[in-house]
């Protein structure tokens, strides 16, 4: 970027943001797993080529590579979603021991309100946690600064960076205003056993290193510009930090604020100073009662949780409510009267709806994971008994097959980007342990559900290039599983006698279900439909594979309506075609419409 260029400000997402704040601050490797609502950081970092930047095979992955950058000398980061973190938390643990040479910050995505997410945790404990510092941007500018005020953090403290934010902090879009990027250079790495190893003697004494770092990083929660009073109305007095302190600046602008911007350590002189200040104090956050509790542990009255839920997303309305006293809920009515209810559905034309479709046909029970095909929960489909993480439906199936004493009935669907994710080891653990269960891997060769990012086994680097492309039939008889097998999801007969076929065997099985993703390229897209009214029977067999490309017609026998298909829509996939009892759906150029 030129100079004039970095004079002007820019409209950026906080996602956007913060991989610009990675830029400025002379980040070198980044790493991440993609989801919702962190997966933009990677991608625009991508765009950088001085940056070098991978999609992980999952989240621990990323941190620990991560970690490996920062030992060899450079900044380095690693992004994710909040349940990402989970997955990582292993590495973070120790790392928090090590400490890092050159700076490492996490970015935790959290995710109130799980637009996107099956939990809506509260990653902030994994910061008193781990004890390592924690900074909660409020907007897009401070998602860049506070990105690279965490990597400065690091490396003076010797210790990695929480950077969380939240969906709307993510997705929200405000003005920045861009600078240079640092001159960074590379430190090198420098063998230290003592510090790196941690073995129990060596953990030993870096525990106590951890405890004192604590103590100087909690004298720098106090004395930061990131945590600041706004005084104005001492009557009210309000502790708010990332998206509920914007929240609170609009449904309370005549109230003091103590806004933190660095959560942990938490800022006890800050706050009894604030709270000193003011006659009746709140804390104004979402999810649970982290900044409460410790408010409380001081010794100071505060009104919170009940006033404010502890369920979903706030929003200005229900701040304004809370501050007044008014009965505390969990949504605001203001977001949702008069709005039709969207459920999410698979799109047209999508590989899965086929199998699902089979699997209801034949009524077995489904294990299932992270994905587009957790859709298949939902009408009209309703064919998944399980979600829990990523990779869980393998170990499931394999669990419930030990409780029943029988896999005839049981099949695992697993994603490819998930089933590399975390998919593997519970699948060894299938056939190490004399399992029968059948894995059905529905691989649409992309990371559909966040917006088709890459992974190993699309041979497919984040910036694009070819790479080594992971062999997914072959990976799983490395695995242990002898009876492997692949079929076109779109051909319903072979998915079916394939699955029975798995299922009466007495050994473990693996299917994979091999179409890519029709959004991937829509120039593979067949001919429209469309269904004939005097063929019709008004069975409504087609729409129970919920394609949003099929709808309800014209009156048919019985006052049923008949099925009509939107051709704009249609993907030509043509699994409607397939299960009409009657023949009445037929390509547009072929019907005698």
Known sequence: MTMKQSAQRMLLSGNEAIARGAYEAGVRFAASYPGTPSTEILETIAAHTDIECEWSPNEKVAVEVAFGAALG?????????????????????????????????????????MHSSQNEQDNRHYARFAKVPMLEPADSQECKDFTIEAFRISEEYDTPVLLRTTTRISHGKSLVAPGEPLGIEPRGFVRDQPKYVMIPAHARLRHVVVEERLKRLRDLANSTPLNRIEHADKSVGIIASGAAYQYVKEACPEASVLRLGMTYPFPDKVVRKFARSVDRLFVVEELDPFIEDQVRALGIECIGK????????????????????????????????????????MCPGCPHRGVFHVLRKLKVIATGDIGCYTLSVLPPLQMMDTCVCMGASVGSAHGLEKALGDASRIVGIIGDSTFVHGGITPLIDIAYNKGTSTIIILDNRTTAMTGH?????????????????????????????????????????????????????????????????????????????????DLCAACTVCLKLGCPAMTLGAEGPKGRRKARIVAEVCAGCALCARICPKGAIKPASRSKH
């Open 73 to 113: 000398g450079v900044r380095a980061m690693a992004s994710m979603k909040h349940v990402g973190l989970n997955v990582a938390a292993d590495p973070l643990m120790t790392i928090a021991y090590t400490g890092i040479n050159a700076g490492m910050v996490i970015v935790s995505a959290d995710d109130p309100g």
């Open 306 to 345: 009940e006033r404010f839920s502890l369920l979903g997303e706030l929003d200005p309305v229900l701040v304004a409510e809370g501050v007044n006293g008014r009965k505390k809920r969990r949504h605001s009515r203001a977001q949702t009267d008069g709005l039709p209810q969207r459920p999410p559905v």
């Open 453 to 533: 990012q890459d992974h190993p086994a699309t041979g497919v680097t984040a910036r694009g290039e070819q790479t080594f492309r992971l062999n997914l039939e072959a990976l799983c008889r490395a695995c242990g599983i002898e009876d492997v097998r692949v079929v076109d999801p779109y051909d319903l007969d072979a998915v079916e006698e394939n699955v029975k076929a798995a299922l009466a065997n007495r050994a473990p099985s693996v299917i994979i279900a091999d179409r890519p993703c029709p959004l991937l390229d829509r120039s593979a897209w067949g001919e429209p439909l469309t269904v004939e009214e």
